[in-house]
Structures are given as C-alpha cells and as structure tokens.
C-alpha cells in the first residue's frame, strides 16, 4: 500500500492476485465512502438521460417515471416499491428491448426481492394494457400466476405505471424522491458472491 499526496491512499499491487487483505479493505472502504456520496446522484443522471423526446408520448420518460412515483407515494407503498416505481425504465435509453432486465439489475442489490421482481418484469405485465394493439397477447403476464408477487406487478402496472402518462398530472418534484434515493443507495449492497 502507498500514499500519493495527490491521489490518496493506493494499493501497491497491478494485478489483483497480486493483492493483499489490506489492499482489498483499502478499495472496499474507499469506493464506499465514494458511492454513498455519490451513488443517489448518479441515479437521478440515469433517470435525467429520459428527459427530452417524448417519442410520442404527451410526456417524456423522465416525467413518466416521476409521475409513477409520485402515484406510489401518494398511495403509501413502501419505500422500496416507491424507488422501484421512480426507476422502473432507467434501463430505457440504453437498453429499450430488455429495459426491465437492465433496471432489475441496476436496482437488485439494494431493493428488496419484492421490488426487483415488479422491475424486473413489468414490461410484460405492462403489455397487458395494450399489446392486443399489436396483435401480441396481452395475457403473456399469466406464466408469472404462480410468483408471490404477481398481484403487486400487476398493481404496480395497472395503478401506476400505465397511467402515468398525463401531462396534466400534479406530478412531484425529484426533490421530494431525493431522501428515498439516499436512503436506498446507502443501505449495504448485496453481491460479490454473497448471495
């Protein structure tokens, strides 16, 4: 391990089965300290990089995930399905086709299991309210009967997602999410092969 004055604290290895017990604390507490600072800001990036086209909407994605959080909070769900609800289609600009994969993963080592499957599978639980426009069946949702928490998708979808599309509606400020974000992205993460 060294110190450069102008970086801080560095591990001495170039390889990491060179490293050693030391060197590893070292990043852990180090990248810690950084994503607790920085990691609720870099959610709301993700979910600014929504603004702008409305791809044909009467809003954009970023109003749209707003506003199903502001639905979410205002019916009382619980912090973690309230997050899950504000981003829910983050995985939307670089990933349109498996947007819900990407966000689930974005989003697994901090919600609950609950939330991360709601993410995870609310594209097809949302195509029950209009993939028969597209000739798809809109009963795709049904594989998924026998998951505890088919009923709470399907909530998520019908209460709050599918109606959040109303430029009229008296959505909420990000501001009013920031404190759920921060307390979220704070909690100790699941992962590194720990689960």
């Given amino acids: 391990m060294t110190t450069d004055a102008s970086r ?31 990691l609720p800001d870099t959610m709301i990036e993700m979910l600014e990089s929504l603004k702008g086209p409305t ?15 502001t639905r979410a909070l205002r019916e009382g769900a619980r912090t973690d399905l309230v997050i899950a609800a504000l981003l829910h289609d983050v995985g939307d600009a670089i990933a349109p086709a498996n947007h819900s994969e990407l966000a689930a993963a974005i989003v697994a080592p901090y919600l ?13 639980f949302q195509g029950y309210h209009y993939w028969d426009r ?21 909530h998520f979808c019908a209460e709050w ?20 974000l921060r307390e979220v992205f704070t909690r100790p993460a699941s992962g590194f092969g720990t689960d």
């Fill in 112 to 124: 609950d299991a609950e939330a991360t499957w709601v993410v995870k599978h609310h594209g097809v």
């Fill in 134 to 154: 597209l000739g798809l069946d809109t009963n795709a949702r049904d594989r998924y009967q026998d998951s505890p928490y088919f009923d709470t998708c399907a």
């Fill in 55 to 69: 791809l044909g909407y009467q809003v954009d994605r970023y109003e749209h995930s707003l506003q199903t959080a």
């Fill in 8 to 38: 801080g604290r560095q591990v001495g290895f170039t390889r990491m089965d060179e490293s050693t017990v030391e060197d590893i604390e070292l990043i852990v507490s180090e990248s810690k300290l950084f994503l607790d600072d920085r």
């Fill in 161 to 180: 997602d599918q109606v959040s599309f109303d430029p009229n509606y008296d959505t909420l400020p990000i501001d009013t999410f920031v404190p759920l």
